[in-house]
């Protein structure tokens, strides 16, 4: 396997296309509501990616081996799609969850973030849900520092989902990121600590653990893209792109609306 290592260059480039990234998710937040369609959040964020950012919406037309490619600009995944929905006609109802996936190239450099929205007025479940799913990205991204592996993220992810009931989608994970969208490693969200690849400084990769109210199987929609959960409970999914510094991480997808950490980070990081 063969793991880029980010020049300070590179990583310069890569904190400018993660906060682009970050602030069309600020853009799109007002416009998460109910009765707006996704093929109109996928319409705003495509004109702010191409005429305001100067940039490219990475998945518009992105076609990995064995698929079709996909049609839009970002990716839009509602209550019990998992990953990579597909924006469509059908508007979003009071009580919906969403996630919205964004990657932008600029530079051509990739920054590849996303965010759970709860539209209207969301169930106590499905609030919780997606706390928890944010919850169990930062408590990945914790463990990362070098001479760390990547069984540790998986290992303190999947630990931390089980013990509140829930389930870890393992079929699809965060990976390696730069000037190709999907580089190595890849970067499980389950596993045994003290496994896999060893954490060096410069490697930046994908957290994105996708996290399921109910069983962990799933099943792929007609579309080819669309993944759902077999037994339609919900799912949520946060992600960030993470540098690995000379004494922990650094999240380079930040902008002026990216929620703040957890409360048990800001502690550990303020006791630090």
């Given amino acids: ?16 296309a993660g906060r682009l990234a970050s602030e069309v998710l600020d853009m799109l937040t007002p416009h998460v509501k109910p009765g707006v369609t996704t093929e109109h959040l996928d319409k705003l964020a495509h004109d702010y990616i191409v005429h305001v950012q100067q940039a490219i919406p990475a998945p518009l037309n992105y076609q990995p081996p064995g698929y079709t490619p996909y049609p839009k600009s970002i990716c839009t995944s509602i209550n019990h799609q998992v990953c990579h929905g597909i924006p469509n006609d059908r508007p979003l109802k009071n009580g919906d969850i969403v996630n919205i996936d964004v990657t932008v190239i600029k530079d051509g450099w990739h920054g590849d973030t996303s965010r759970m929205f709860v539209v209207g007025e969301g169930s106590i479940a499905a609030k919780r849900l997606c706390n928890f799913t944010f919850e169990a990205m930062w408590k990945g991204i914790q463990k990362v520092k070098p001479g760390a592996r990547l069984g540790d993220i998986g290992h303190a992810i999947q630990t931390f989902a089980e013990s509140a009931g829930f389930s870890v989608v393992r079929e699809f994970c965060g990976h390696g990121i730069g000037q190709k969208f999907h580089e190595e490693p890849q970067v499980l969200h389950y596993g045994r600590p003290g496994t896999l690849e060893e954490l060096v400084p410069g490697m930046v990769f994908t957290i994105e653990p996708m996290i399921n109210a109910g069983r962990r199987e799933i099943g792929e929609m007609r579309d080819g893209w669309t993944i759902v959960t077999k037994d339609r409970s919900l799912s949520a999914q946060w992600e960030h792109t993470v540098l690995v510094t000379e004494t922990g991480y650094e999240i380079l997808t930040q902008s002026a609306g990216t929620p703040a950490p957890p409360a048990f980070v800001q502690t550990q990081t303020a006791a630090a």
């Fill in 1 to 16: 396997m063969t793991i880029t290592i980010k020049t300070g260059a590179d990583i310069d480039a890569m904190r400018i």
